[in-house]
């Protein structure tokens, strides 16, 4: 496997090769890996994400999966890089993290099969594909608002090539504690599916990057917290919550809100078989408990 990151290097966006704990440029410069300040290692015309995929994920929301994969996406100005902050705006109570695998596309793809797929696959890297809940209530199904805001597709640290990406553990942590814990096997459909399956009608291009879908225990996060996804392999993107200075502006669009849906996806889709009603609003003592859950 070999290991690519893209960094400043004295100012300048560069493509740097990982050898033990420092990062070389092709033309001989290095730093450590420490000191360096990250960009995303990739370049995407688009960033295409799978609803729901692992198992776990599905038992949570007490449903069943469909018969094939549905699929929103997330605009390439939501993309930032390993140590970034990711902003939650002012205003807002339910920004949920969401440990992935990214998978990055090498070359030109289009119709292809399952087992053709891992030939225009580059690599891949570790992800968080964080929602900000407020604003479930809107934007069906593309979830546009919900995941396409500044920030909220962190990617990292590097781009990872010729790594195997089954039965692989992926793990979500919290200002150090676990949060998700799963394994890339529970995944209905692996990365080869689903590269094969968008490609039957969208053409894959060089850096485009897929998300594959995240195990269950995804939770409201708070700014603060520092957030880490480790997969198997790939290393550990780590990205701190901060508030954004200012609030959603109110006289344009939906407005953030505390709603049964808000709460129920935020909180694993399980909040209503709890037999509580959800909280009237962020100042309540019954979000504040539940959040420290």
């Not at 553990?169 to 209905?188: A, C, F, H, W, Y």
């Not at 935020?266 to 408990?289: D, N, Q, T, V």
Request: glycine share 10%; proline share 6%; hydrophobic share 35%.
């Amino acid at each position: 496997m070999t290991e690519y990151r893209k960094i400043l290097l004295e100012g300048y966006p560069t493509v740097v090769q990982r050898q033990g704990d420092n990062l070389i440029s092709d033309d001989g410069r290095q730093v450590a890996i420490d000191d360096a300040v990250h960009l995303a290692p990739v370049e995407p015309k688009k960033i295409v994400c799978v609803h729901l995929n692992y198992k776990s994920r599905v038992d949570e929301f007490m449903t069943k999966l469909p018969a094939t994969p549905t699929y929103f996406h997330k605009p390439i100005t939501a993309l930032c890089g390993h140590k970034a902050n990711v902003v939650r705006p002012k205003g807002c109570d339910w920004l949920n993290y969401e440990g992935e695998i990214a998978i990055v596309i090498g070359r030109h793809c289009r119709n292809i099969s399952q087992e053709e797929a891992g030939d225009y696959i580059a690599g891949y890297a570790v992800s968080n594909d964080y929602g900000l809940h407020d604003f479930r209530d809107t934007d069906a199904g593309s979830m546009l608002r919900v995941k396409g805001a500044d920030t909220l597709c962190p990617v990292g640290p590097a781009l990872v090539t010729d790594w195997d990406f089954r039965n692989k553990s992926i793990r979500t942590l919290v200002n150090g504690v676990v949060k998700q814990d799963g394994n890339t096997n529970e995944m209905q459909w692996d990365m080869h599916y689903l590269v094969a399956d968008i490609a039957r009608t969208i053409t894959l291009q060089p850096g485009d990057i897929l998300l594959s879908g995240t195990p269950a225990n995804s939770r409201p996060v708070q700014p603060g917290d520092v957030v880490t996804v480790e997969v198997e392999g790939l290393g550990a993107l780590t990205n701190t919550v901060v508030e954004g200075p200012t609030a959603v502006r109110t006289d344009v669009g939906h407005q953030p809100m505390t709603t049964e849906e808000v709460v129920s996806t935020a909180m694993g889709g399980e909040w209503e078989f709890r037999g509580i009603r959800a909280p009237r609003g962020p100042g309540s003592a019954h979000y504040k408990s539940t959040l420290e859950e």
